[in-house]
């Protein structure tokens, strides 16, 4: 059985940094991606980032978004995936998800992605 665990959302100020972690367990061989989510109050989840978790391919791909303040990135040996968020505006509130994939057509589609963490909270208000 597939688990993703989140951790390290929190309160942070603007202008600030946040670590998110995602822990997975249970994977085959056929899931490829792990990438993360936000959903903020009545808004659409939104796709943030993902990476390749295939041995010796460490893609990864970003939403404009955030595109160069959050970085992904992974740790094979301790099966977890890292978003370090920097520059936080009170517009990154919002609930954080990592989620994985077999190999998304639309790398950063929600409905791409079949397993689920809880999900974590990020509020960034001064």
């Known amino acids: 059985q597939v688990q993703l665990v989140e951790s390290g959302g929190g309160l942070v100020q603007p202008g600030g940094s946040l670590r998110l972690s995602c822990a997975a367990s249970?994977?085959?061989?056929?899931?490829?991606?792990i990438g993360w989510f936000r959903q903020a109050p009545g808004k659409e989840r939104e796709g943030l980032s993902c990476?390749?978790?295939?041995?010796?391919?460490?893609?990864?791909y970003y939403a404009d978004s955030v595109k160069g303040r959050f970085t992904i990135s992974r740790d094979n040996a301790k099966n977890t995936v890292y978003l370090q968020m920097n520059s936080l505006t009170p517009e990154d509130t919002a609930v954080y998800y990592c989620?994985?994939?077999?190999?998304?057509?639309?790398?950063?589609?929600?409905?791409?992605?079949?397993?689920w963490g809880q999900g974590t909270q990020v509020t960034v208000s001064s």
């Open positions: 249970g994977f085959t061989s056929d899931y490829s991606y």
């Open positions: 989620a994985t994939a077999p190999s998304p057509s639309v790398m950063l589609l929600p409905s791409e992605y079949d397993y």
């Open positions: 990476i390749s978790i295939r041995s010796g391919d460490g893609s990864t």
